[in-house]
């Protein structure tokens, strides 16, 4: 069924994608930071759905390692057929007065990987004639809460570019904007999400499915569940001063709540 190649792919909806992409029998290349747990999937993949799984232990906000899997997207001997940039990050500070180390680290995870690991992987797919990206962005996209939100805009419309670029050449470039998902995201990251209803959340595996049905149909934008998409509809046609006023911090950054 070919190989996907998945980023940040040790937890949360990367692991989730691995296990579904395992499951409708696809080879894996695993890319995250965390060796241990990277190497515990792996194996578990490969003893539960006999694939061929591949790991790449790398940091994203480390341009060496972007460019280390750059060239195994680049490579045509397995080649990628379906790449997954699912990596992500959150500052946990706000903007103003806040680490300009971390921020420019959070931007090359979640905007500068994203750019190159692309671009490397449409070069062999577009040679092909076949393939397929998935970028991973949020709702968080269409308000205003801070960097987070401005790197997931990037995303958005990014990927809708790419889809126009890709027409007709058997390529397609799909992005799918979650709500707020039952992950370890939000604690990885210093975030109380206690202040949020049950009726917000979503489940990974739902959202997984969503994504990789609608990659399959060739869909540009998958946004999982109707509540999410009546919430980006409001979203685009409210007045942006309301948008503006929704994102507004509460009582420090990290109170607020990072939905995707």
Known sequence: MGTALITGAA???????????????????LVDRDSEQLERLAGQLA???????????ADLSVRSDIERVAERLRSTERPVGLL????GAAPGQRFVGGDAGREEAVLDVMVRAVLVLSQAAVGQMTARGRGAILNVASVAALITLGTYSAHK???????????????????????????FVHTSFHDSAGIDMTWL??????????????????????????TPSLRYRLGSGAARVMPRSVVRAIGAPRSGARSRGLPG
């Open 153 to 179: 805009a990037w995303v958005r419309t990014f990927t809708e570019g790419l889809a126009v670029e890709l027409r007709g050449t058997g390529v397609t470039a799909t992005v799918v904007c979650p709500g």
């Open 197 to 222: 209803p049950e009726i917000a959340w979503l489940r990974a595996e739902d959202v997984v499915a969503a994504a990789l049905a609608d990659v399959r149909r060739g869909a540009v934008i998958s």
């Open 47 to 57: 003893g539960a759905a006999g694939i061929h799984v591949e790991t790449l232990v």
């Open 84 to 87: 997954v940039n699912n990596a």
């Open 11 to 29: 937890a949360g909806l990367g692991s989730e994608f691995a296990w579904q992409l395992a499951t409708a029998r696809h080879d894996l290349v």
